[in-house]
């Protein structure tokens, strides 16, 4: 039943706020704190709305709605689309309905919205009665041991429930199963977090699932990343417990029976058996042996014979946290093209590289053994290249248990990859079906580019796929080789790129908690979250920085103040740390394992430049982060730090009379740096880049240096000569610089080295390196080279800013104000962008309308105002001694409020 007050009853505004979510999530089950952030979004019929107020009630029923028994906000003045829950705290398993009402500056008020609803999971430790339990005498297995297991347990109910919740987890991934059944939709559950700290649990609504009777409830569990290899050498580096190799299972099922509750937990009454799974890991693989398949083995029916008894563990020291962020999913399935060869193989290819795994239909006999390995890219003759997944297998081995349309595939592992080969059938007619499953955690796709010229779409797509197969639990640098992991400035450079895609939000809400369980004992932030080695190593610039400009990057987008609060604190004892062993402000010690430009096409840039540049980044924003939170004493101290950084940046760096950027000394090249990179330059294209972008050269100085960059990149092809970092802020650089001529010749290169090189060789995602293929069509090197990896792709990021001209205001978060300002050139006849924003939809685009016009349209959200400024024009235009200016502006412009507008660019002479 919902509780639909009629339609601007009060007011008499004929619209509602829409689209209600608590923690980021529609009806969410599981919440995990008593007071939750709320969210609403005005519907587009709001038009010209602005927000003035809104006011909030939470009641434990629907019904009691109307005389809210939780919460009822008043109005709040406020032009805010979010509130954090402010009644009572809720209790462990409280379910409570919400509804919002919008107050307007014209002093219209809207109707109520249709009622949502929060769910709260366990808030307290004593809620868990359920032991963690694992297979009998785990202690004496190897930790080389990487099988699957099944636990399970029956459990009788005189009558079905009027409500049922599975609150389940593992130190390892699992797989529940009640009365046969498959419960709960994601995949590798319960995530991947530093077990040692944090594990996420889920809760699953399984009132339909539980029945009068017999019933049973089991769980397969795996190793996942818990105990199985995940690590940055070949050797297993698991966050466990060394007693404990093997995974471990928590599960409570609550049910409620008219007037009592009821649980079923685990405990030693649980039994455990072999699966058919016989090993499982990330990186290798899985060895299936289908004839061990008990279809019956999760029914209250099923056998008896085989189980053995469970035994209680230790379980997590980490403390249980409730899921925050949408699950794993296969967010495609796709059909796969097949090609059988001589020698009795198929080679399977999916169309794309993504992260996932084959899904194989096969007839085969009793015993037949079929093996399927994994490869990104393929020889023109058809062979896998294996060589760059280093040491991970990426192979599947199955022997069948015979029969028609037998399902291979594995559980708990995936792989990046694009083709299979197939080894093992006896006929083509024996692959029944091939297709790919493509897995991601399943975020909200949000963002759309789309322009005249087909290289563009397809990079576009390609920095898409990318995103697909790296957004996968954690923001990982590859999903292919024997690496998979967090690395923290693959996340900060992409991340401006990644949220013009896709809501973001959520995953870095919770990959946030994963940064601040991977700091250094110290207070540094890491490389790599969550850090699966013991290893204590402080993060290398531009790396542990994500820790400062990742959140604020999300207040940014999304106006979210919550993750700036909670990394704050720790923010200011890492620049603490930076600083102190600094104190004239060039970052010269602490730079952990100084990676400096990863991977650049050209010379290395100087690491102590490259660094300061950083750090005055850092310093800098979580000066105002401070600046907003009212943290009055650490604003003033990074203030002045940031200041000091400056000038020493100026003094050491910069030669304001040419406008040079460089480091003579070219000092500070670390190893790892050097394998890449080997000799650093004086001055580099990533040196300007990072000095223009972050502040650090401004006026005449900043003119010059503009102008010098421009001169490298014209002189070097054009071409760039980046590497991670200045990659991402280059194209934004040559256009601040007045070159958007150049910034386009970059875009449509398809020479070596460019995102467009990368397509013409066949990509369909982005590479780790810029010559990842060398120009004789090959992979350059085996090591380090992955062809699925987001890094580069961060340069995507001016497809939305620069082509079509979307500018995100850094002081006005979430879109509240932003301009559209397209870079317009003749070398496209139009381009598009449409963001799902949080205030509403927004898009920008132009289109020419004739030799001499250009027409843009920007669509408004509600509770937003843009700003259409001058148009940028390429020099095409300039040499010709044309602009191209608004018809209906004056000056530097005009403010339009939400709504549709066209503007009309027109050439003079
Ligand atoms: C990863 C990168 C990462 C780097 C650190 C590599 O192995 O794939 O993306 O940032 O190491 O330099």
Request: overall charge negative; glycine content about 10%; hydrophobic content about 40%.
């Amino acid at each position: 039943m919902t509780n639909e007050p009629s339609v601007g009853v009060v007011g008499g505004l004929p619209w509602r706020p829409e689209r209600l979510r608590a923690e980021r999530r529609v009806n969410p089950l599981g919440v995990g704190t008593a007071h939750p952030w709320l969210d609403w979004r005005l519907p587009a019929e709001a038009e010209d709305a602005t927000p003035a107020g809104y006011r909030v009630r939470v009641a434990t029923s629907v019904t009691g709605l109307a005389e809210p028994d939780a919460w009822d906000s008043g109005w709040v003045a406020s032009t805010a689309w979010a509130c954090r829950y402010g009644g009572r705290p809720a209790a462990s398993r409280e379910r409570l309905c919400w509804q919002v009402q919008v107050r307007v500056a014209t002093g219209g008020v809207s109707g109520w919205s249709a009622s949502a609803c929060w769910e709260t999971g366990f808030l307290e430790r004593q809620d868990w009665r359920a032991s963690w339990i694992r297979p009998g005498a785990s202690a004496q297995r190897p930790r080389s041991d990487r099988r699957v297991y099944l636990a399970r347990r029956r459990f009788s109910l005189a009558q079905p429930p009027s409500r049922a919740r599975l609150y389940v987890t593992a130190l390892g991934c699992y797989e529940a199963h009640l009365n046969g059944q498959v419960v709960g939709d994601g995949l590798l559950r319960p995530g991947w977090t530093d077990y040692t700290r944090r594990v996420q649990y889920q809760v699953i609504d399984v009132t339909k699932a539980v029945r009068a009777g017999d019933n049973l409830l089991g769980a397969m569990v795996a190793p996942g990343w818990f105990a199985g290899r995940i690590s940055l050498h070949a050797v297993s580096e698991n966050h466990g417990f060394p007693e404990s190799p093997a995974p471990e299972l928590l599960c409570q099922l609550d049910v409620e029976l008219p007037g009592v509750r009821m649980v079923v937990v685990t405990d030693e009454r649980w039994q455990w058996r072999e699966s058919a799974i016989a090993t499982s890991d990330l990186y290798d693989g899985e060895c299936w042996d289908l004839r061990l398949l008990d279809a019956d083995w999760d029914l209250p029916a099923g056998q008896e014979t085989g189980w053995l008894p469970v035994e209680r563990s230790r379980g997590a020291a980490g403390e249980l946290v409730a899921e925050r962020m949408p699950p794993v999913r296969a967010v495609e399935v796709r059909p796969a093209s097949v090609t059988w060869r001589a020698d009795g193989s198929a080679l399977v290819d999916s169309g794309a590289n993504d992260a996932g795994f084959m899904r194989l239909d096969v007839d085969a006999a009793r015993g037949q053994q079929v093996e399927v390995s994994y490869a990104e890219i393929v020889d023109p003759a058809g062979n896998l290249y294996r060589e760059n997944l280093r040491g991970a297998a990426c192979t599947d081995r199955f022997v069948c248990a015979g029969g028609v349309g037998e399902e291979l595939a594995p559980r708990f592992s995936f792989r990046g990859f694009r083709y299979a080969e197939v080894r093992g059938l006896s006929s083509p007619a024996s692959l029944r079906r091939a297709e790919s499953v493509t897995l991601s955690t399943d975020l909200e796709r949000t963002g759309w580019f789309e322009c005249s010229e087909d290289l563009l779409n397809r990079i576009y797509a390609a920095i898409c796929c990318s995103q697909r197969a790296n957004y996968l639990e954690v923001p990982t640098d590859c999903p292919q080789r024997d690496e998979r992991l967090g690395w923290m400035a693959d996340a900060l450079l992409f991340a401006p790129m990644a949220a013009y895609s896709y809501d973001v939000a959520p995953f870095f809400a919770k990959w946030f908690d994963d940064v601040l369980d991977a700091r250094t004992a110290e207070g540094g932030f890491a490389d790599i979250a969550p850090r699966p080695s013991a290893r204590d190593t402080a993060g290398a610039p531009a790396w542990a920085d994500a820790g400062v400009l990742l959140p604020w990057l999300i207040y940014q987008r999304y106006g979210e103040v919550e993750p700036l609060e909670r990394m704050f604190p720790s923010m200011v004892d890492w620049l603490h740390l930076v600083h102190a062993r600094n104190p004239d402000g060039i970052w010269r010690n602490a730079r952990g394992n100084d990676y400096g430009d990863w991977v650049p096409a050209g010379p290395d840039t100087p690491h102590d430049l490259f660094a300061t540049c950083w750090l005055y980044r850092s310093t800098t924003v979580a000066g105002r982060i401070g600046g907003l939170l009212g943290a009055t004493a650490e604003h003033g101290w990074l203030t002045e730090r940031a200041q000091t950084v400056r000038r020493a940046f100026a003094a050491h760096y910069i030669d304001s009379g040419t406008g040079q950027i460089a480091d003579p000394s070219r000092r500070g090249s670390s190893a790892a740096a050097r394998r890449f990179a080997p000799i650093a330059a004086v001055e580099t294209q990533t040196g300007y880049v990072l000095a223009l972008m972050f502040g650090l050269v401004t006026g005449q100085a900043a003119e010059r240096a503009g102008a010098r960059l421009v001169n490298m990149v014209r002189k070097a092809g054009p071409a760039l000569q980046t590497g991670f970092a200045g990659s991402a802020l280059l194209l934004h650089a040559l256009e601040r610089a007045g070159a958007v001529d150049t910034a386009y010749d970059l875009l449509l290169r398809r020479e070596l080295p460019s995102l467009g090189f990368m397509i013409e060789h066949g990509a369909t995602s982005i590479w780790e390196r810029w010559d990842g293929i060398a120009s004789d069509g090959w992979p350059a090197r085996p090591t380090m080279n992955s062809f699925n990896h987001c890094a580069m792709g961060s340069m995507g990021a001016w497809l939305v800013e620069g082509v079509c001209g979307l500018r995100p205001s850094d002081d006005t978060p979430a879109f509240a104000a932003f301009g559209f300002a397209p870079a317009i050139t003749a070398r496209l006849d139009h381009a598009s962008y449409r963001l799902h924003a949080p205030r509403g939809t927004l898009r920008v685009g132009w289109h020419w309308d004739g030799p001499d016009t250009v027409v843009g349209e920007v669509e408004v959200p509600v509770g937003s105002e843009c700003r259409i400024v001058a148009i940028i024009a390429d020099d095409r235009f300039e040499e010709a001694g044309t602009r191209l200016v608004d018809a209906g502006a004056s000056g530097g412009g005009r403010t339009v409020g939400p709504g549709i507008h066209r503007v009309r660019w027109v050439r003079i002479q």
